[in-house]
C-alpha cells in the first residue's frame, strides 16, 4: 500500500510559480509511476502530467495536458521517494486542488491507483 502527500500549493498572483512536492511511502517508488491531477471547483479531476516508472533508467517518459505544456514541468527523485510540479506562469485558470497519484509499471499517462489527499493551489488575477 503506498501512501502519498503533498504539499507546496498556496496562494500565488496570475504569472507567479509554484512548486508541488509528492512525498510517497510504503512501495518501491521506482516501479511506481507518478502523476498529479487537478480538481477546480464545479468540475471533474483531470490530468495534469505523469512522468512513467523507471528501474535503473537515468531518463523517464512524461506527458502533460495541453493546457499547461510548456509552463509546467513534473520530475522524480527516486532517492527521496518524492515527485515534484513545478507550476510557472500560473493562470487563474490554473486554480484547484492538486492531487498526487501512483501507479504501479504505469505510463506517463497513468489513470492512478493510490491517491494523496491534495493540496490546494489558487491563483489570483
Known amino acids: 500500500q503506498v501512501q502519498l502527500v503533498e504539499s507546496g500549493g498556496g496562494l500565488v498572483q496570475a504569472g507567479g510559480s509554484l512548486r508541488l512536492s509528492c512525498a510517497a511511502s510504503?512501495?518501491?517508488?521506482?516501479?511506481?509511476?507518478m502523476g498529479w491531477f487537478r480538481q477546480a471547483p464545479g468540475k471533474e479531476r483531470e490530468f495534469v502530467g505523469g512522468?512513467?516508472?523507471?528501474?535503473?533508467?537515468?531518463?523517464?517518459?512524461?506527458s502533460y495536458v495541453d493546457s499547461v505544456k510548456g509552463r509546467f514541468t513534473i520530475s522524480r527523485d527516486n532517492a527521496k521517494n518524492t515527485v515534484y510540479l513545478q507550476m510557472n506562469s500560473l493562470k487563474p485558470e490554473d486554480t484547484g486542488v492538486y492531487y498526487c497519484?501512483?501507479?504501479?509499471?504505469?505510463?506517463?499517462?497513468?489513470?492512478?491507483?493510490?491517491w494523496g489527499k491534495g493540496t490546494l493551489v489558487t491563483v489570483s488575477s
Open positions: 512522468i512513467s516508472w523507471s528501474i535503473g533508467r537515468t531518463t523517464y517518459a512524461d
Open positions: 510504503g512501495g518501491t517508488f521506482s516501479t511506481y509511476a
Open positions: 497519484a501512483a501507479e504501479k509499471y504505469g505510463t506517463s499517462r497513468l489513470k492512478g491507483d493510490y
